[in-house]
Every structure is written in C-alpha cells, then in structure tokens.
C-alpha cells in the first residue's frame, strides 16, 4: 500500500460522493415540485449519501471480486478499511438524520395540532430536521451550534468591545463567558495539569513498588483493587472539600484527573519494569551491574511500551474526570458545566455542541499521545 | 499533638511490620497480610490525624464516623444500593452485554463491516461517552431506565471490540482443522471459535463491570428520583454531609470490586484451560 | 598444572522444592585448563546448565567448593573475568548492534572512545562489520546470535560461558556458527564452557567432552578429544570423529542405565 493508491482511493470516493450527491439533487427537485428548499437540500444529502454507501459497496464488492479472481499479490487492505470506515460512518450518519424524524416527530405534530394544520412527510421531515429544543438534533445542528458558540460568539464578542484597545479586546474574546472555546481551554487546562501530575506520581511509585518488596506486597494490591471499584464517584466530595479548604478553580479538577490517570500509569508502569525477562536480568548479573544501571538501561527502556498504553487509558480517564468535576462546581465554567447547563435549560444543542467538542478534546489528545508513541518507539527502534 | 505523634508510631510499626514480612520466604498470603497490615495503618492514622489535628470533621470524617453513618443509614443505603446497581448496573449490564455480543456475532460474517466497525469503535471507546448522560436522562426520564441507558452505550464498544477480536483468536491451524471436517460455520462457531473467544470476551465483561458502575453513578448527578448512589453523593457534598458520602463510596467500591470479582470468577471457570487461569 | 582456570571440587547443589529437595549437582569434580574448549553434555535436567550457572555466581553451590581464575565465582563476576552466552541472543530491541555491543561496556565504565574501538573489533571477529547500525531485528537468528557472542567477547573476559548458544537455530545456520566459533576460539586462544544437547557439535568443537546424567545431576564421564586443533567440516566424516561420538553416546547411555 502506498500512498498514491489512497490518494487514489480518496479521490475515487469523493468524486462518487459529489456525483451521488447531484444525482440525488436533481431526483429530489424533480420529485418535489414546491416545498421548502432546506428539506430539500437535506433530502437529497440523506438520498446522496445512500446512493453513495450503495455504490461503494458494490464496487467494493466486485473489486474484491476481481483482486480474487486473479492470482495476484495480497489485496489492497488499507483501502479496503478506508472505504469500509468511510462506509459505515455515512451509515451512522444516515441512521442519525433518521432517529431525528422518529425522535422529534412527536413535537412536530404537536405543534401542527395546536395550529390546526396538517403536516405532509417533507414538511414533517422540515421540522424535525431544524426545531429548537429536539430530543435529537440533526448533525448539521449541532455544527451550526458549535459554529455559533465559538465563531459567531467571538466575531460578536469582537464588535462589542470595538473602541477598547487591540489586546484587550483580544482577551476579552478569549475570556467570554458565552464562548465554547473557552471552556474547552477551560476543561483541557485541568486534564492536562491533572494529567502530568498523575502520570508523574505514577511512574514515581511504580519505581517504588518495582524495587521494594514491601511496597510491593503492601500497596500494590490496593492499586489493582482501585482499577475495579468507581473513583470517579469520589469526585464531588473532592471537589467540595478542595472548595472548603480555599481551594477553587482549576486545582479541584486537576487533582480528580490526576488521580484517574494516576492509578491506570501505576498498573502499566509495574508490569513494563518488570517486563524484562531473567534471561536479561541474568545477563545483567554476568556483567556485574548495579540496580542504578539496570533500572536506566534495561527496566526504563523495556517499559516505554507499556507506559504510553497506560498514558492513553490515562489521557482518556483524566479528561472525564475534568469533565465530572465541573459538574460540581459548573460555576467555573467547562465542558462538563455546559452540559450541566443545557441539561437545566433543556437546551440540547447546548449539550451536543459540548459533548461533540469534549469528543474532539478526547480524541485529539489521544491521537497526540499515540502520535507521540510512535515517534519515540521507531527512534528506539521498537518498530521498522 | 499526642495523637499525631501516635499516627507516626503506628505508622512506623505498621511499616516495620511490612518490611519484616517482605523477608520472610514468599508464600500466598504474604501479599495480602502485607495489603491488609497497610490498609489498617491508613485507617488507624487518618483517625488520629483528624482527630489530633484539628480538621474539621465535616471536611474529612475520621472512620469511626463513617462507621457510625454507616449504621445509622444502612436503610438509606441499601435504597441506594437496590436503586443504582439492582435496577440500574444490572440491567444495563445486561442489555448491553447482549446488544454487543449480538452485533459482534452479526457484523463478525463480514469482513467488510469489521473492518468499517472495529477501527470506529476503537475511537469511541475512547470518548468521554459519560458525556451522553444529560442526553438520556432527558430521554428515558430521571429513574433508573436513563441509567440503564447509559450503562448501555458505555459497554457497548468495549464488549463489540473484544468480541470480535476474540472471535478472530481461534488459530489457522485448528480453523483449517475445521474445514477438513467440513464443519457449517454454526459448528465451527460453537465448538471453536466462541470457546477461542472466550478469555476475550471475558476481558470485555471485566471492563465493562467497572464501566457500568461508574455510569450509573455519573449518571446519576444529572439528574434522578430522590433516592440513588450518586443522587447520595452529590446532594452529600453539596450539602456537606460527608460521613454519609464516604458510607455512600465505601458501599460502591465494595459493589464494584464484589461485581468485577464475580465475574472474574466465572471466568476462572469458564476458560480455567487458559495459560492466564492456569496455576 | 599451573594454569587451571576453573576448579571444581565436591561441588553441590540442591534446589528446595515441594515434593523434596532437588539434586541439581552431586559431588562434581572437574578441572577445566587455560585455551581448552569444553563441551558440557547431557539429556535435560543434567545440571550441565546450573554448572555453567554455578560458575558465573548465578547459583549458588550449597557444599564443595569452586574456583574461577582462582577467584570465588562472585569475586570473578566482579572482575568481570567471563562472557556469558545466554539460549536466546538476547539483544536490546531498542539498541543497534553496536549500541548492544556497548551495553556492558557502559556498565563497566570504559571510555568511550575505547569502546568504539572494541565494538569494531569484535564486530569483525564475528563477521558483522557493516552492520553496526542494524536494529537486532533486522537481523537473521544466526547473526543475531552472533552479535550475543560479540557482546560477550567485547570486554575481553578470558572465559567465554555459552549456555546452548545455537539451541534455537537451524542445522545450516549451526553448522557455519560452529566453524566461525572454531576460528574465533584458535584466534583468541580463550578457555570456553559450552552447554548442548547435540552429539556431533560437542565432539566437533571440543577438546574436552563432559558427559553429564540426571537425578542427580553428576559427571559420569569427562572424554579428552583426540582430534586435531585445525578441523575442517568433513572431519566429522572421519573414523576418528565417528569413534569419539560413538565413546560419548556411551557414556550418556551408561548414565541412563545407572539411572533406571
């Protein structure tokens, strides 16, 4: 697999994707004289987007076919994946403008009885696609919000405070209340800070516990108890205690990530130190090394694998921790309090916006951590 | 400050007697006595710390205290307990088990699919999925079918990947083995592939043991009848009741690590032919 | 003699297990000369391995005595005075070959720029100049076992321990080693213990042949080779080859009678 053959694969998809959609394009027009022009553009998006699944996976089908039916060197997996992601995510998508009709439609008639009108299916469609307050909001909702809460806001932001100096308006935008950013900064600020701590501390007692029997045998117990029980329910209390004893802000949150990512570090940490075999330790003692020089040249290095699976677990676990702590204490701001806040109002689209961009949060760093393990294991040589 | 002084000295002897017990030959329990000595020392010290430091015990309960709402709240907690994990971990758990394994059994005849579904749900796996919580609650109401819900969503990938990884684990060698027995794939599936999978579906229901429990608790802080773990523990803090919410966690973590070892005792059962359950 | 290098006298070694004491090693007595090539044989569970061991204070004997360079074994891992060659090459997947070769350079705490030196020469010793900065698993399974016998050649240790170097490769790739170890050991003149399984690699490479029986672990019989220093492959054609081979075969057999 090169990278031609995905650029390849990529262009073939898109320019399926576009043809679909115009062809469904013209279909909805034409099968729909008047009506409501938004219906008819999603209308011909969902249509698109099912021609376009269907013929990909035809074509893959018979592509797959004819790779088979030749003698020939392995098929071409990675494009297949591709195709096969990118079919199963038009699927989800599909599938998500379709529970908005199920799920909204109640509302939509609801409202066509109090205003003693009749609905036809494109207008029912119309509505549940673009209500307010839905029980589902449709994906092109839920960017439109997002793009509201951080563009929009800002750009507002920015006119509103026309007259005042250039840098202070600058921080006034970034500091806005009503902007989405700046609880994502908010929320990402305490993960990370957790985050660090947690790992820090971790890595600390895993040496700890490697070369002490009695840590070992004492402590170490309570650490795996600690991965089946809910610490994440210690949350609140921690936050109201932080808060009792002065503490507010970002410190409350940032203790709850740090001792979610803390344990997970802890458990692969012990296992990677004690990954090297006695055949290695062995060797070591034939060369008469001190505990110093096995730890730095064989222990340190055999555990970087196992310390950057812990550090995704651990990434991961901080970040709801953030999350769950602003629950508590919503007044600060965040991603959790924001969905706190839509969850009061009854404003989902506040919750989506929230929950896609704490999703994105997520995977970000996730991806940076598992980019940075790659990086680091080909420089040591783990992998080709 | 007597007190404290005294916390020092029970820690020192507790350690010391750690440290006496790491030189004794290894035997099975060694770890556990060790685990237990380490644990009473925490609680013996934590004591006397607050009591011999002037913390507030509103902020940090000393353990007689807990004990002691512990006692005098066994009904509330129990109500609790029944409405969280009873109704709410359970069948979520259970629903979600099944769905899972479910789809893991349909989408596992596609190669396609697997290949679309498997790399997706990696990524959601590591989602903040708790974040959904708000969403149902809205939807299924604030008792305990919303937190069943989201017990649901948040096993569900990790029980669909480990399934299907693990209905891929069975070896060429006794798959081909198969074939020259002109097995149907109903045969091959039960008689090698789902018994291949099974240290990975376990593996699966484990983490989805502590999954559950952590999502309804969460779950619960959004909203929920006035009765629950995390409804307790979230209205507990606010309102400064702390004895009652460390009784509160102290019943989670026991459920949690009773649930999670139930399992793994089935498990041990279950595939006691595996190299890791075996002794 | 003045020149023993390793003496073992009444050596012991039991293991406490529960179902009762293992005698790995029972009342061995052996003495191995400066230069010689001493093969260790034996069906598993012989000991032949915990000696190796034994010498290079990863055991310790519990009765006899044992003198390495006239050394105890723990005085002598000090010195640094052996290489140890372990079943498997062993080698750091995080270190090029050179960077592996280093390794007990760095513990030893030689200068760099010496090091460079010896890396180098070891390297061409066993024939893998050129791919110092190879990762190991670039490498085949021969040549990954020839950069383990390079790292323990590395700081000159006189003693070469090699505990079934070749075990795990295949009989081409063993057979060319064995030559190479040949011309390496007429090169650097070095006392080496080799642990196998394997009749015709013992009698081909040693001038000593250990024949060692199980349960407990002893020297039944120690045969001197009558073959030549210089040994082409096709010796082990010979009369005098197939000869010694049948004497050791004896020997493991009368081991095993003594056994049953």
Known sequence: MDVSQLLFGVIVSTVLLISSLIIAAFAVLWLSGTGYLGVKVLAAAVLGVLIFSGVNAFLVKSWTWWKESKIRPLPDKKLFSFVAILYVVTVIFALWYAFAIVLNKNWAYDKATRGGYELSFSELVADTWSQKKPRLPTPDQVAGEIWKSTGTAAAKKWERTEGDPFLERISEVLGDKRNLIRHAWLTLSATMLGFVFGTGLGILLAVGIVHNRAMDNSVMPWVITSQTIPILALAPMIIVVLNAVGLSGLIPKAVISAYLSFFPVVVGMVKGLRSPDSMQLDQMRTWFASKAQIFWKLRLPASVPYLFTSLKIGVAASLVGAIVGELTISQDGGLGARMLQGNYYGATLIIWAALIVAAALAAVLVSSVGLAERVTKKRMGFVQ | MTLILAALVVWAIGWGLNIWISHQKPGRWQSIVSAIIFGITLVIMWELIVRGSGISPVILPPPSMIINAFATSTDILAADFIQTFMKGVLTGYAMGCAAAFLTALAIDRSDFLKRGLLPIGNFVAALPIIGMAPILVMWFGFDWHSKAAVVVIMIFFPILINTVQGLDAADKMQKDLMRTYAASYWQSLFKLRLPAAAPFIFNGLKIASTLALIGAIVAEFFGSPIVGMGFRISTGAGRLELDLVWAEIVVAAVAGSAFYGIVALIERKATFWHPSQRK | ?260
């Open chain 3, 1 to 260: 003699m003045d020149d023993i290098v390793i003496k073992a006298e009444n050596l012991c070694l039991t293991f406490e297990t529960n179902d009762g004491p293992v005698h790995a090693l029972k009342d061995v007595d052996l003495t191995i000369d400066k230069g010689e090539f001493v093969s260790f044989i034996g069906p598993s569970g012989c000991g032949k391995t915990t000696f190796l061991r034994v010498l290079a204070d990863l055991e310790t004997p519990t009765g006899g005595t044992v003198c390495v360079n006239g050394m105890t074994p723990r005085e002598a891992r000090r010195k640094r005075a052996y290489g140890f060659v372990f079943q498997a090459a062993g080698l750091y997947p995080w270190r090029t070959i050179s960077g592996n070769i280093k390794l007990p350079l760095e513990i030893m705490g030689i200068p760099r720029a010496e090091q460079k030196q010896l890396v180098e020469e070891v390297l061409d010793l066993v024939h893998l100049s050129g791919f110092e900065n190879k990762f190991p698993w670039q490498l085949s399974g021969g040549m990954q076992q020839r950069a383990s016998i390079a790292r323990a050649l590395a700081f000159h240790a006189d003693i070469l321990l090699m505990d079934e170097p070749f075990g795990a490769l295949d009989e081409i790739v063993r057979d060319h080693l064995n030559e190479q170890l040949l011309e390496l050991w007429a090169k650097t003149n070095k006392t080496i213990g080799f642990v196998t399984h394997s009749i015709p690699e013992a009698v081909y490479l040693s001038t000593k042949i250990v024949v060692m029986s199980p349960r407990p672990g002893r020297v039944t019989e120690v045969i001197e080779s009558t073959l030549p220093k210089e040994r082409p492959l096709d010796i082990r054609e010979s009369p005098e080859f197939l000869d010694l081979a049948h004497r050791v075969r004896e020997g493991l057999r009368a081991g095993h009678e003594d056994d049953a």
